[in-house]
């Protein structure tokens, strides 16, 4: 099954409110980076404990806390405590089996949403869950994996002269999550390239249970990319509609572009269900006409041979009177027969198409 | 059928409002525990009939009754006199084949819905009734049977120390509802088991008819599983958006993520649907393509065979005019036909992949 | 088709407005019953004529008119004239082919619904449609057949000593609603017996195209069915969500508890539906593992037959030059042969699971 | 294709507000006929230009103008001059492509639907465009051809004492949308007949190719059928919701009325396509039954002499040592052979129900 | 896979805000027109750059920019920076993989759509998007390749004299629009006669996998189609409600017209879609019967050839002892019986409907 079916209920029975991280460990080790920035100037550190940026927490200036790996479950907790946050959004944070929502706090915004990887040959899709935290001027990343997802954000902080360092928190939250949604379009690339292999192959060669597998196998994945796409307008819709004063106004703007973003990959995943059970529908007939010939080589071949056998048959019997044996021209008209029936049954067959 | 759909319908035709116990009887003795704690102390003791509780009534105290087996009419009764309950939710408590529902009284909320218990092997799933209370300073929990689904819940009451104890009564709801929903995530997690399983053999070894009977019950296990979840969304929806003052503000955000569990338990539930409908497709694929291998089989046998036995069948003809049959080299040119027909064809089907 | 469908255009092109039966008549004559009761005393006649019951309309006890039968044209009208009933409401209470539907007006409510009776061996579904007038204090009820539907109703007015008859025209109405509803669970347990029998079957024998039409007259029935109990749903939710005083908010609860019998019948039927199509499934895969089974016998028999035969008949030639002939040990080892191939085939076939 | 699908696009491309008739003509000439009505006098005469009209625009008295035929693209022109109507809605009077809708403007409504005609034998369905503008005293009736279809309105208007022509315009449009909708019924009754017939043969015999081809042309109907009928209903909901004072508040229970039959009507195709889907799983699953049988008998003639073919075939050889030639009783014994074997099969497969 | 979804995803991953123009380049060189007009005059012609056309800014009359070909990156820039557009709105229109919108700003309107052109033999769709960008007295009208697609617009305001000129940038958008809506009805025309060519191809002759390859390939064509077409008539209604003055209420009626005939093409799209669903069923059915047909003749060779081989296999033994080889009359007996048996062969199969 997919990774997030697995164990999904680790924390059931378990009292509701203990901060466990839930779900496979896909990191050992935590990797903590924070950016600040203003109009002016940008910083950009490792840390390792909670203490280190709290000094930002007075500052105008906007602070982008990444967080890569969850097992530091102490550093979430802290987070929880020095920013005051609540306490089901940290173990939601922690447990990577969240299906994407957006939730509105007080004084912070929590959002969560999956960020899907995928890879070509063979086809196969992973998942990262990717929890942010938006609060008046700071914004807590939260990541499974500890790899260069957002190293592209990451540059436009640093390289932007203008804009983006003179938008606020919610706007890097905007930024975020485009790259999170557009992330999808590479996925969509590669789904569109094992579609089209697994199509030329249909249509090149025999279909194999293998071709099958692969079709059920490319179903299955859709399913679950949907699952986790699907969320994500309802997500952009919630965002759009909250009234917290932690997004600007003029922000709504560029999330209603990622909504339309979202909606275009649900649109795509939905187009790709239906070439998909389109494929399927190829293959199922593909086997029925293979069938089909199976059965007309036999029908040929048995209609052909088996009078003729019996012919045959006819003068193998041993009676002692069968005056035809002794006629001389027999034996030779019967060959003119054994050729003819075969060329009569071939152009009947070639009419009837079978041929 | 399932358990629930058998005899529905013991009490229609039947005045309405009258108390009397619908459904198969699972228990058939009542088991009654109350256990009344404060942010201070906490007592838990067995008791007998409704007067032991009643001094519990004036307390401050939360006060948590838990009544496992229903044969104990008069017991549902007596707490419908002295509490104030509605006739029509005592009728409610008493038959066992509650659609999950949430209602609001003035003094006390009803909460209706089913627990779903699961073993792996087989995989069987069973359904138990689960009604809940829920009134100012008092939480009625009425099971079929008497089990340990809420010991958990007990041993956080029993030691916790701050937080559980020094909430209402509307949080103690929220914990039970939270272990009901939760308890979902083990049934997912057989079902997966099971449909692996499935899906080993049916790729391992060839299908039959069993695999078909395995695939229809979990399919109608599943149809069964998403009648009791699916009403648990709308469920917890209207709890969210009732306005009694018996569920505290500060509430709401805890059933906001039971709600959300509920969501993610439906949508693991269709995803399973989908995967078995998968299944039943590569089922009748395979089928299919078994058959085209007998097919295959019987065509590449007859084709070589039928033709050369028409061969030989020539000459055991008894005509007396058959010069061949004294020419010498006949016989063995016969015997080499034999071999090259055969050899020809086969590297035809070959070349055709039917072998 | 099913009754409801069968001339369903009898009065289309007629002048709207004029009363008429529309629909078959299930009974020639027409019985009518009232019931007056109030807290002190009940009263039971029958009567033959509107202007018996005209006495009861000034009194506060509650009236409870029962007409069977619809044929009476001229009652319909007299009632119409008398308590000033809409003349749409009059025409469809003649008109037998309703859709169950809930309409307000200023003095009294009509409800149309149909009651769902069935049959075990074989099973059947009949349909008789039941209208209901409620004004402040009377209760017109029509029914299409004179049948012992509401004598549990009926008893209970009579034997009640204190709730029911305490309570009004509103109550009663829900009373008889109930008694609707609920007759539908009777028919769902006929249904799961006729679908549990059928299924029985398909796992026992062959199945045969009789096991398909009783799979698609169910499929029908229940097509049909829910086409009448569906409407149910809204027509609750538009009687919980009217106004009217003529229902008293007490009765809202009661309502509210018909509304969710109706529910589950729905889900019920839905459910059965989709097990229906599931049988389905088992019916067609079955025919195909049957024919796979066919075609292996005929295979094995092919495969190890058709070689032999060609074998003897090599023997069988004529040829002058045939050394083998004259070889004494030949024949003997060619009894040898015949035994071999036959054993391994049938391992070969044994292995490939197809014996 | 169906009517209305050949060259829906005469038009486009073309300058929007041009006046012509786009769509099949299915009349080539006009008549127009206009009815006078009051309580006191009715009138009814043929008329050949718009100005012999315009002397009842001042009166009371309610004008109904029917116009059959729609080559008079003039007239058209004339009504919307003298009348206001807005030139959109002359486009659409003229352009037989319209979907069923509602339009309200200042001083007129405009209401276009296809009315449904149908044939028996065989089943064909025929769409004629109707569009309705009704002013305050006027109504104005645009069909594509002459025929009976409003005689039973005419009549009633004629006929009326006292009702009928003392409603105003809107009640008059309430009895041309009554009879549309309840024209749909015969056209069921038709499809009915037809089903049933097509469900008849397929019992009956073997089902052919053309059995195929009728379920799909009635598939195509209903589906074409749907397309037109489904509209009506947020047609009439849209009617029902408008506030212009065209319409009497008295008249929205008569367009409830229609509104019921329409959503009827609508259950009704519904319930036909799902019967259709019913048989056409029928008539594959008995194609499938078909070729199970052919199967069969191919399997047991083959089965039972493919092995004696073979056993005739070893005496059959010439071979010089061959003892049981020469014994008098291995003859007569093969003879018993050659019945029992048949026999066993015969009840092997007996057993096993191929037979 | 169609044009759109081939690279959609250019741009993911790259700073939001950049200018760059995304999907594949139609045209490289850009043909700007610009066309001024007022009541009293019209001006047509072709510009190079943004200064010539700053000059109709300040003027009350009409003008509309028309740029064929999107790579004249600088000009789209230039037109934002001078005309106050948004940037997010000058990147969607660079990027031809738009789903179809309306977007409200303070001052502009902006309006994405698909325009769906096809050509018949083979039945192809290609798309090119068109942006319109809709000012108090100005539209840009952007398009990915130069061609006569809006010549009839262009016409009709060089010739109209009244009315079209008279109007205001609101109505040029919706004469816009509604060339591009009625255009889907050429497709529609056009897939018409592609799918009555298919189908007829599939009643006159045998089905071949290349049916079925065109089967497939129309209903990709459908799903791509109907992505393109049903958003818009989300953005329809978005245009209606919006209550933005550039738009005159006048023009919501002309909006109106174009909503219903976008609906209409979704509807027949739908319909399409449904009717080639038909065709799959009739293919696959097709096959199936060519199967059964093949099985047919099969089984009555075999079942008439095999019996009477097996029969003259018996007086083809050699045994010393067969008395009946010596009997005059069995062989002539014998040619009795080998016309008899399948004269009686064939009677039967003719009954069973065989042949």
């Given at each position: 099954m997919t990774e997030s079916l697995t164990k999904p209920s680790d924390k059931s029975g378990m009292r509701p409110g203990s901060l466990v991280h839930v779900g496979e460990v896909l990191e050992s080790e935590t990797r903590m980076t924070v950016i600040d920035y203003s109009k002016e100037s940008v910083e950009q550190t490792q840390f390792q404990s909670i203490e280190e940026i709290l000094k930002y927490k007075d500052c105008e200036s906007v602070t982008w806390v990444v967080i890569e790996g969850l097992t530091g479950v102490d550093i979430i907790e802290s987070i929880g405590k020095n920013f005051g946050i609540h306490q089901l959004v940290l173990e939601d944070i922690l447990n990577t089996h969240q299906r994407p929502k957006f939730e509105e706090y007080d004084d912070h915004l929590y959002i969560v949403l999956k960020c899907l990887l995928s890879e070509v040959e063979p086809f196969t899709v992973s998942y990262e869950q990717v929890s942010l935290l938006v609060l008046r001027s700071f914004v807590f990343l939260f990541k499974e994996k500890t790899d260069d997802l957002f190293q592209p954000v990451m540059k436009r902080v640093n390289n932007?002269?203008?804009r983006f360092r003179s938008l606020g928190a919610d706007y890097l939250a905007y930024a975020i999550l485009d790259t999170i949604v557009d992330q999808n379009f590479f996925l969509i690339d590669s789904m569109d390239e094992a579609i089209t292999t697994l199509e030329d192959s249909l249509i090149a060669s025999e279909p194999t249970q293998d071709t099958l597998n692969t079709i059920q196998k490319l179903r299955r994945d859709i399913v679950s990319i949907r699952r986790h796409v699907s969320p994500v307008r309802e997500l952009m819709t919630a965002m759009l509609h909250c009234e917290s004063e932690l997004i600007d106004q003029k922000t709504h703007i560029y999330l209603r572009d990622v909504s339309d973003h979202a909606i275009r990959v649900i649109e795509l995943v939905e187009l790709y269900r239906d070439i998909l059970t389109g494929l399927l529908d190829i293959y199922l007939s593909s086997v029925s006409n293979k069938m089909n010939e199976v059965m007309k080589v036999l029908t040929v071949f048995a209609s052909i041979f088996i009078p003729l056998t019996f012919l045959v048959g006819i003068y193998g019997m041993?009676?002692?009177?069968?005056?035809?044996?002794?006629?001389?021209?027999v034996y030779p008209m019967l060959w003119v027969v054994f050729f003819t029936v075969p060329v009569v049954f071939l152009i009947y067959f070639k009419r009837k198409k079978w041929l």
């Amino acid at each position: 099954m997919t990774e997030s079916l697995t164990k999904p209920s680790d924390k059931s029975g378990m009292r509701p409110g203990s901060l466990v991280h839930v779900g496979e460990v896909l990191e050992s080790e935590t990797r903590m980076t924070v950016i600040d920035y203003s109009k002016e100037s940008v910083e950009q550190t490792q840390f390792q404990s909670i203490e280190e940026i709290l000094k930002y927490k007075d500052c105008e200036s906007v602070t982008w806390v990444v967080i890569e790996g969850l097992t530091g479950v102490d550093i979430i907790e802290s987070i929880g405590k020095n920013f005051g946050i609540h306490q089901l959004v940290l173990e939601d944070i922690l447990n990577t089996h969240q299906r994407p929502k957006f939730e509105e706090y007080d004084d912070h915004l929590y959002i969560v949403l999956k960020c899907l990887l995928s890879e070509v040959e063979p086809f196969t899709v992973s998942y990262e869950q990717v929890s942010l935290l938006v609060l008046r001027s700071f914004v807590f990343l939260f990541k499974e994996k500890t790899d260069d997802l957002f190293q592209p954000v990451m540059k436009r902080v640093n390289n932007s002269k203008g804009r983006f360092r003179s938008l606020g928190a919610d706007y890097l939250a905007y930024a975020i999550l485009d790259t999170i949604v557009d992330q999808n379009f590479f996925l969509i690339d590669s789904m569109d390239e094992a579609i089209t292999t697994l199509e030329d192959s249909l249509i090149a060669s025999e279909p194999t249970q293998d071709t099958l597998n692969t079709i059920q196998k490319l179903r299955r994945d859709i399913v679950s990319i949907r699952r986790h796409v699907s969320p994500v307008r309802e997500l952009m819709t919630a965002m759009l509609h909250c009234e917290s004063e932690l997004i600007d106004q003029k922000t709504h703007i560029y999330l209603r572009d990622v909504s339309d973003h979202a909606i275009r990959v649900i649109e795509l995943v939905e187009l790709y269900r239906d070439i998909l059970t389109g494929l399927l529908d190829i293959y199922l007939s593909s086997v029925s006409n293979k069938m089909n010939e199976v059965m007309k080589v036999l029908t040929v071949f048995a209609s052909i041979f088996i009078p003729l056998t019996f012919l045959v048959g006819i003068y193998g019997m041993n009676f002692e009177y069968m005056p035809e044996l002794k006629w001389k021209w027999v034996y030779p008209m019967l060959w003119v027969v054994f050729f003819t029936v075969p060329v009569v049954f071939l152009i009947y067959f070639k009419r009837k198409k079978w041929l």
